[in-house]
């Protein structure tokens, strides 16, 4: 299946709206599954239209049908709220995210990606693991005396694949 391209979005753009009505649809099902709760209950246009300043807001769609937010890290390319919308899913749409995710952190000179995992969310865990993640930490959120969320890295080969 051929994919539309995938575009930044700016600030401003009417689709970040778009953007926050995926992220909500697509992760409702962690409701009363995660604890804490996700923070997409308290995200905003607004906080996204901020994020947009400082990160990548990558989707693919009009409208909107798949997205992740990467955020520089001072170690890596940090990639949170990745979502592809479930009539997609297991098309290679997440894969072709990471792999513009992937573009940017080589150009940022990053040798890796970073996101977290709630532990609940195996499935989760186990589709990353196949894009070439690896757990590096558990962590636990404040006020919680047990493991949360496990953090994931990509490793970037050292040198760029040659073009034959």
Known sequence: MQHRP??????????????LTLIRTSFAFMTGRIDPPSSMHQLTVQDLSDQAQASWILAMGDPVEACVVASPLPHAL???????????????????????????????????????????????????????????????????????EITMQKILSAVKPSKL
Do not use: W
């Open 78 to 148: 940090y990639l949170g709220k990745m979502v592809v919308d479930a009539i997609l899913r297991g098309q290679g749409v997440g894969r072709l995210l990471v792999a513009a995710c992937v573009e940017i952190a080589r150009e940022m000179g990053h040798d890796r990606l970073e996101l977290q995992v709630r532990i609940e969310l195996v499935e989760n865990q186990q589709a990353f693991a196949k894009m070439g993640f690896v757990k590096v930490s558990e962590n636990c959120h404040p006020g919680y005396g047990c493991v949360t």
């Open 6 to 19: 995938i575009r930044r979005l700016q600030p401003n753009d009417q689709a970040l709206s778009e953007v």
